[in-house]
Nanobody, 124 residues
């Protein structure tokens, strides 16, 4: 089970940090991802961090502004979002998956578990 938090209403240029806490065992064995979705559009990949070596991956639209990290001891993954833009407005979901190969990190269907989503609204 995944529990996401940290969303809110901010102004363009502000920062926000999302958190996602997992329950259960073997958190370190899961690839963790952040996706976002706006009404009428498909869920899109934002960032991912792999279990093996912890390599990180980002969508081009957030590269250089967002940072994904994980704390194994706390069974948590974070998304630090800086220089937020109005187009970052969306519901953000965290996800976990096992045995995700490198080429599938960005694919929503690769993930087994999803959090409930947290809304991020960026005003201009």
């Amino acid at each position: 089970q995944l529990q996401a938090s940290g969303g809110g209403l901010v102004q363009a240029g502000d920062s926000l940090r999302l958190s996602c806490t997992a329950s259960g065992r073997n958190f370190r064995d899961y690839t963790m991802g952040w996706f976002r979705q706006v009404p009428g559009k498909e869920r899109e990949f934002v960032a991912g961090i792999r279990s093996n070596g912890g390599s990180t991956h980002y969508a081009d639209s957030v590269k250089g502004r967002f940072t994904i990290s994980r704390d194994v001891a706390k069974k948590s993954v974070y998304l630090q979002m800086n220089s937020l833009k109005p187009e970052d407005t969306a519901v953000y979901y965290c996800a976990a998956g096992s045995r995700i190969i490198l080429s599938s990190v960005r694919v929503a269907a690769s993930y087994d578990y999803w959090g409930q989503g947290t809304l991020v609204t960026v005003s201009s």
